[in-house]
């Protein structure tokens, strides 16, 4: 029997589906099973399970007869499944070759923990890597840390129950919260994975979509949240939801905040909130120049951006798909001709809305949640 389980939904992988195959295969952990959940493909991605399967037996095949979308077909897979160990994956990203042995190891050697996850890098369409992501266990109230490689006992899943199709886009992020309810989550701080962003990746199609599950299940969610949560972890959090539904969260401010008072860190919230964006005639200076900055410039649009600013020196003096950035420094000189809208991550537009109220610079807005 084998250790361990892999799940692989597969839905016109065809361009990938090779490489994440081949990448299971030369594992140093050799005790596995791969079983490969086809859900109504309709490109070449069934000739290439098939090959694969004739060539390893431990390589098993399903079949669904329509397209039933990630959850649905995670859960007919690990029905199948007989390891000790379970875990999944995606027919377009990569494990490195001691994924499987350093997880296994970690579980092995910690038999209070229910589940342990690695580290991973970023890699484009032709493999390259171009970031990396370490996700802190400690925020999982606020935010996804676990990513994409992981792996769980059979006792865990047996507890926790099944994926939820209703969540799908956000079903991982739906069950690390479960498991976090009744077991304990190690981090082992090793890149083992390589997780692929390219043009038909669900993280580069479906953004939006993922936003929108992801509200409904912290709302869902909200006591849990709330109670496990630290101050500084909600004001984190609301402002995380209030970009996503200024409305509702300014009704629900009481949820968080005793009275609904905001906290001093927030207080620039309710004047947005009251007044709502200002004279929508002044260029604008984007405070962030990083992920968030970028789709802020798509949405915006070049002719409407003055500048960057940014705290981080290597940023500063550089050009960015065109567009200057500038210090702090030298924003506040400037700030009273343009409108400034902080475009970074909910963490860090806190202590940059801090500098901005301290300095006297008012805050225009803040760009929606990006993921």
């Known amino acids: 029997m084998a250790e361990v389980s892999i799940i692989m939904p597969v839905y016109n992988g065809e361009t990938y589906l090779g490489e994440a195959i081949e990448s299971i295969l030369t594992q140093t952990f050799q005790n596995w099973e791969l079983l490969l959940v086809n859900d109504g493909s309709t490109d070449s991605s069934a000739d290439i399970m098939e090959r694969y399967a004739g060539q390893d037996q431990r390589i098993k095949l399903i079949y669904n007869r329509k397209n039933l979308y990630l959850p649905k077909s995670l859960n007919t897979g690990f029905r199948c499944a007989n390891g000790k160990y379970l875990t999944w994956t995606s027919d377009d990203n990569r494990y490195k070759k001691d994924a499987l042995e350093v997880m296994v190891a970690a579980l092995e050697a910690q038999p209070s923990c229910g589940m342990v996850y690695c580290d991973m890098e970023y890699i484009n ?6 970031g ?3 996700g802190d266990l400690s925020g999982i109230y606020v935010e996804d840390p676990i990513g994409a490689c992981f792996l769980y006992r059979r006792e865990v899943a047996e507890r926790v129950g099944e994926y939820d199709p209703q969540m799908i886009l956000v079903e991982d ?11 304990e989550i190690v981090h082992i701080p090793n890149f ?19 936003i929108a599950q992801l509200h409904r299940l912290r709302l869902r969610e909200m006591d849990f949240l709330l109670e ?7 004001e984190v959090l609301f402002l995380d939801m209030w970009r996503y539904s200024r409305d509702e969260m300014w009704r629900r401010r009481s949820q968080f905040f005793p009275d609904g ?36 410039l798509e949405r915006y649009g070049r002719d409407r951006i003055v500048c960057f600013a940014d705290n981080n020196p290597a940023l500063q003096g550089k050009v960015i798909d065109g567009i200057p950035v500038i210090s702090f420094e030298s924003l506040k000189g400037v700030h009273k001709n343009y409108r400034i809208v902080l475009s970074a991550s909910s963490r860090s537009a806190i202590a940059i809305a801090e500098q901005l109220v301290a300095a006297g610079i008012e805050i225009d807005s803040v760009f929606p949640k990006i993921l």
């Open 261 to 296: 008072v905001l906290p001093e860190k927030l207080k620039w919230l309710k004047q947005l909130a009251e007044i709502g964006e200002r004279d929508s005639s002044k260029k604008i200076i984007l405070f962030g120049a990083g992920a968030y900055g970028r789709k802020a």
């Open 173 to 183: 992020y739906d069950y690390w919260l479960r498991i976090s309810r009744q077991f």
């Open 228 to 234: 496990r949560t630290s101050q500084n972890e909600k």
């Open 192 to 210: 083992c994975y390589q997780y692929r962003i390219h043009g038909n990746s669900l993280t580069g199609t479906r953004i939006q979509e993922i």
């Open 125 to 130: 369409g032709q493999g390259e890597v171009t």
């Open 132 to 134: 990396y992501f370490s």
